[in-house]
């Protein structure tokens, strides 16, 4: 196969500068669940010449109905390596970094994040999103970062804007008001829903207990993921 084949769609909207200028841009990825698979992909298909994927779980059965990586034969697997092994099939050529690893502000070092030209923050968990947000922001380099999208069934609600402008979202202003205790003020582009979050469930476990668990669906998560991947692919082309 001729890998240059595979932009001919995509040079007829970028022209060769464009696709020159996405080849030899680098981006992180931080979380490859139900957005950041996505949005991983998503930019591996559009040309990025580098892209790192970082996430510490493994796939489960509750994760194939929205996660790129994650099928009947990658249970089990680490997601980021199962997510690198398909982007590597997508475009060899690419220049693909998985860590198998948790973000945390003290092994923040390892992922080079000062020489990525932009990050996307896929992270669920409250801490470490307020942890990376602070050092990409420090570091100058561009973020995009993805607020909730779990309780949501709507993808024409998700939109992108500072994060000082987001609305509804429950994540979003727990990200404000966390931001604004450590004195941040920055600003950075948020894709978020305007969707109220929907009626939590309950399953029963093994146990027979109750546990709660939130609704996810691919049409949700995914057009976030490409959302963010767009942010991106626009401001690569239009710089």
Same mark, same amino acid.
């Given at each position: 196969?001729?890998?240059?084949?595979?932009?001919?769609?995509?040079?007829?909207?970028? %022209?060769?500068? *464009?696709?020159?200028?996405?080849?030899?841009?680098?981006?992180?990825?931080? @979380?490859?669940?139900?957005? %950041?698979?996505?949005?991983?992909?998503?930019?591996?298909?559009?040309?990025? @010449?580098?892209? @790192?994927?970082?996430?510490?779980?493994?796939?489960?059965? #509750?994760?194939?109905?929205?996660?790129?990586?994650?099928? #009947?034969?990658?249970? *089990?697997?680490? =997601?980021?390596?199962?997510?690198?092994?398909?982007? &590597?099939?997508?475009?060899?050529?690419?220049?693909?970094?998985?860590?198998?690893?948790?973000?945390?502000?003290?092994?923040?070092?390892?992922?080079?994040?000062?020489?990525?030209?932009? /990050?996307?923050?896929?992270?669920?968990?409250? &801490?470490?999103?307020?942890?990376?947000?602070? $050092?990409?922001?420090?570091?100058?380099?561009?973020?995009?970062?993805?607020? %909730?999208?779990?309780?949501?069934?709507?993808?024409? +609600? $998700?939109?992108?804007?500072?994060?000082?402008?987001?609305?509804?979202?429950? +994540?979003?202003? #727990?990200?404000?008001? %966390?931001?604004?205790?450590?004195?941040?003020?920055?600003?950075?582009?948020?894709?978020? #829903?305007?969707?109220?979050?929907?009626?939590? =469930?309950?399953?029963?476990?093994?146990?027979?207990?109750?546990?709660? $668990?939130?609704?996810?669906?691919?049409?949700?998560?995914?057009?976030?993921? +490409?959302?963010?991947?767009?942010? /991106?692919?626009?401001?690569?082309? &239009?710089?």
């Amino acid at each position: 196969m001729d890998i240059n084949n595979i932009f001919d769609r995509l040079v007829l909207l970028t %022209g060769n500068e *464009g696709l020159n200028k996405l080849q030899n841009t680098s981006v992180l990825v931080f @979380g490859a669940g139900g957005v %950041g698979s996505w949005a991983a992909e998503a930019l591996v298909r559009s040309g990025i @010449g580098k892209i @790192g994927i970082i996430d510490n779980d493994t796939v489960c059965p #509750s994760n194939i109905n929205r996660q790129l990586e994650a099928t #009947s034969l990658t249970i *089990g697997s680490p =997601k980021a390596s199962a997510l690198k092994k398909r982007l &590597n099939e997508i475009n060899p050529e690419c220049e693909i970094t998985a860590w198998d690893k948790l973000f945390c502000k003290e092994d923040a070092s390892i992922f080079n994040i000062k020489n990525a030209d932009y /990050v996307i923050d896929a992270i669920d968990t409250l &801490n470490h999103k307020l942890d990376l947000i602070e $050092i990409v922001t420090g570091l100058n380099v561009t973020l995009f970062s993805s607020m %909730g999208m779990a309780l949501k069934i709507d993808p024409s +609600l $998700i939109k992108a804007a500072s994060i000082w402008k987001t609305d509804v979202c429950p +994540l979003a202003r #727990s990200v404000r008001q %966390g931001l604004r205790k450590r004195n941040f003020t920055d600003d950075f582009t948020a894709v978020y #829903s305007t969707e109220q979050p929907a009626e939590i =469930k309950h399953i029963q476990d093994q146990n027979t207990s109750q546990k709660q $668990i939130n609704g996810s669906i691919v049409t949700v998560t995914g057009t976030a993921g +490409l959302l963010l991947a767009s942010l /991106v692919i626009h401001r690569i082309i &239009n710089e």
